[in-house]
């Protein structure tokens, strides 16, 4: 494990690395601006292009990052939850709950707010039934309470095409766009942003106890760790940043999954570090992403789920092959 | 010092079922500081059930365990770490971890919740690796530990808790005939010394023999047998125990059992 000044180094290093691919994401679109531009717009000293950047990318930079630090954050305390690798932030079922509910919103041609709330009321609601049928005997190990997931989330998968296929041919292109994740449509930054923060605050002091529950229920316990409290506060806090991202932003995959592998790989299985670490990682991948997602073919936007991964597909190919079994 | 001796771990009328059946029904246990319990039985009697029950990990079906006279449910799961630790059957590891980060695992229970592990931590991790023979190894990625080696970290780890009581769930497992005899001397040293409550769950008698001071041997039916290890560790009650015949063969102290 790290000593907390390379902890900390580690950190500073990941807020710079989020730091820049903001500004970046900042500067880089069909309407030019310099850094002089942007420095004047942000110290207010003057208007013109560089504050209508502002205004217009700075919201959807800092709603990517927000996403991508929940998605990366929920994946990692999936992974020690579940005590697997392969786990995601989606493995639960939450973002089927979440597709399902914003699918019905589209379908029905709501409005974005209306779909953006039924968005979050299905993955709450599928974070509830999940963790009701797992719990139905009492033990919700981490084999019911993955199969019960999987399961929920094959039901959501089914409700879903099943509401593509009926929809509108106008409406389709909509809905596909939600399913891939894309912070097109995304103006409002700051509850995922405050989610983050709280997920963050929540899960940071039993970071040493995650590391632990890591090794078994029964070998934590014999450590002194609370293991039924400590695993409901994951699950709760995995579900809520996995919910707020998808209301967010849709479903983006690939962040939650390879992002803690990458960070694990670079700076150990600690989770203090690792938590954190993967949050800025995440954040900081989706806002380049996304500014790829509308740079590449501008003036086309593309879905930026579509762009995670196509980079996480074999980076996580690569991880798995070289894993020591 | 005064008052009433209280046993460092008790069980008072202890049952212990698994998968509904009654494996233990009605176990009265004491064991004292500085002493050796080595407990014996055929697979699945519920030997590991009865160690995770004392261990408090697992509710019993009826009864109480009372670590230092406190019984678990009052206990909060730090308080119990700093007081027993736990050796499990398995050790598992899903996510990479050098031996180092493994062993400073045990220092947890001792540790505030912000504190960060210090250089006096690493210092109690390097002298309990070197006890287990495992010096120099720090940095190694516990997947690539042997079985044996992965063994005498997880009974590395444990001295590095420091408890006062400890259950050993075959400690034995994996370990070579050389290490063998070192950890049955290790922990039989931390109980006559050092004043530890051990108990251990053996496979071969003439060992519990030789490093136990008392026996319990468990039938698996609910019955139980206890005692000093000279009257309980007897050809009659082993072969008894084990539904196979055995033969003892005495050697000053020492005993030996072969199977018929």
Redesign the interface.
Known sequence: ?P??RRAALILVLLALLVLLSIVLALLVGSLQVTPAELWAAVTGSASGSGGLVLELRLPRALAAFACGALLALAGALM?VLL???LADPYVLGISGGAGVGAMSGLFFGLSLWAVDALAFAGALLAMLTVFGLARGDGSWTQTRLLLTGVIVAAGCGALIALMLSLAEDGRVHGMLFWLMGDLGQTFIWWPAMLVLVVALLCSL?FA??L??L???L??A???????GRLRFIVYVLASLATAAAVTTAGSIGFVGLVVPHLV?LAI???Q?VLLPGAALAGGALLVLADTAARTLIAPQQLPVGVLTALIGVPVFLFLLARQ?R | MSGPYVAPLAARQLVVEVGGRRVIDGLDLNVAAGECLGILGRNGAGKSTLLTTLAGLRPPAQGEVLLAGTPYPQLNPRAAALQRGWLGQFQQDPFGASVLETALAGRHPHLGRWDWESAADGAKVREALSLLGLAGMEQRQVHTLSGGERQRLALATLLVQAPGVYLLDEPLSHLDLNHQMAVLRLFSQLAHTQGAAVVMVLHEPALAHRFCDRALLIHGDGRCVQGTADETLTAAKLSELYAYRLRQISDGDQRCFIPE
Not at chain 1, 221 to 227: D, K, L, P
Request: a positive charge; glycine letters at 10%.
């Open positions: 494990m000593s907390p992974q005590r697997n690798p002091p040493r106890e590391n632990l890591a090794r078994g029964l070998q316990q014999a450590f002194g760790v609370a293991v694990r150990g299985n600690d203090r020591p």
